[in-house]
């Protein structure tokens, strides 16, 4: 039986931090994916920086040629802003969008490189405390929502949906800042009063986790009260003490994430039909 191929290098691979010269790369057409987005270009415009690409050259080749490992839209993005400079005849920014920031490394390997590629495309993601923490500078700094979206490029819909969790209580925000809640959980705790959101907390202290299911009954729960308040003013009677709706929350709580389920509940003389689902996700360790 043939010996199975190692992925991962033995040692840590040896790299270089240089600047580039943009003709020594591959061309546009040769870069994989779709091309950078007008945002994109705008704030390296704006700002004149752009982040380190990754590449790889043989040992013995640090001159070339190169196969880029991350960031083949910063490369054709960077390329336009050096076509716009040359066309307007601006040597200035010819020479700083000439070369581009670069971490070379070094190895006679393809497989690695392969590795390191698939890696940082599959390890990268939002990351939703350092977002929160970021637009509340620049908001405290006298920045707007539309001013910040025009100069990131992200969504007024992201800017508003991060900011939302403001409305967390300190601990369930502390929570996410470090990384002990997922995004998705902290935008669905966001929702809640404050009274909902603290008890998630404590279990979260006790626990150590906080799953979306937890916070998805906590949801159909809030939903079961509002709608025994508005079925009170309904039959111009008192709203109903909470025991008659026992068997709801018991039931609500037995359910399984994943599956849709349907009951009928006899409250203060009026049938209610219920349809629940609770959505499944993955658990979150502290």
């Known amino acids: ?33 779709e091309p950078p987005r007008k945002a994109m270009v705008d704030v390296y415009r704006a700002t004149g920086v752009c982040p380190h690409i990754l590449l790889r050259a043989d040992l013995d080749a640090m001159g070339g ?14 390329r336009m802003l050096y076509r716009e400079a040359k066309a307007a005849g601006d040597a200035e920014g010819m020479e700083r969008y000439g070369t581009i920031p670069s971490i070379v490394v070094l190895t006679d390997a393809a497989v690695s490189a392969d590795v390191i590629s698939l890696a940082a ?11 929160l923490v970021a637009i509340e500078r620049l908001q405290a700094a006298g920045g707007t929502e539309r001013s910040i979206a025009r100069a990131t490029g992200m969504s007024l819909g992201t800017i508003h949906r991060t900011l939302q969790l403001l409305k967390l209580v300190p601990a369930l925000r502390e929570a996410v800042l470090h990384g002990r809640i997922t995004g998705q959980v902290a935008e669905q705790c966001a929702k809640l009063p404050a009274s909902m959101q603290e008890s998630l907390a404590d279990g979260l202290a006790h ?19 509002a709608a025994q308040n508005v079925l009170g003013d ?6 109903p003490p909470i025991d008659p ?20 509940f006899r409250v203060g003389g009026t049938t209610v039909t ?9 658990e979150v360790a502290a």
Do not use: F
């Not at 191929?5 to 870069?31: G, K, Q, Y």
């Not at 495309?121 to 977002?131: C, I, Q, T, Y």
């Not at 937890?214 to 949801?219: F, G, I, S, T, Y």
């Open 121 to 131: 495309h599959a390890h990268r993601h939002d990351n939703l405390a350092a977002s």
């Open 234 to 239: 309904l039959l111009e009677a008192p709203t």
């Open 245 to 264: 709706w026992q068997p709801v929350t018991e039931w609500i709580q037995s359910l399984a994430a994943g599956k849709r389920q349907t009951r009928r």
């Open 65 to 78: 040629p190169y196969q880029v490992i991350d960031g083949r839209r910063r490369i054709r993005a960077w």
């Open 274 to 282: 219920l349809s629940v689902l609770i959505r499944q996700e993955q």
């Open 1 to 33: 039986m043939p010996e199975q191929l190692s992925l991962l290098p033995e040692e840590p691979l040896p790299h270089e931090v240089v600047a580039i010269p943009l003709d020594r790369l591959p061309p546009d057409a040769e870069l994989e994916g």
């Open 207 to 225: 626990t150590g986790r906080l799953r979306l299911q937890e916070v998805a009954r906590c949801r159909t729960v809030r939903s079961v009260v």
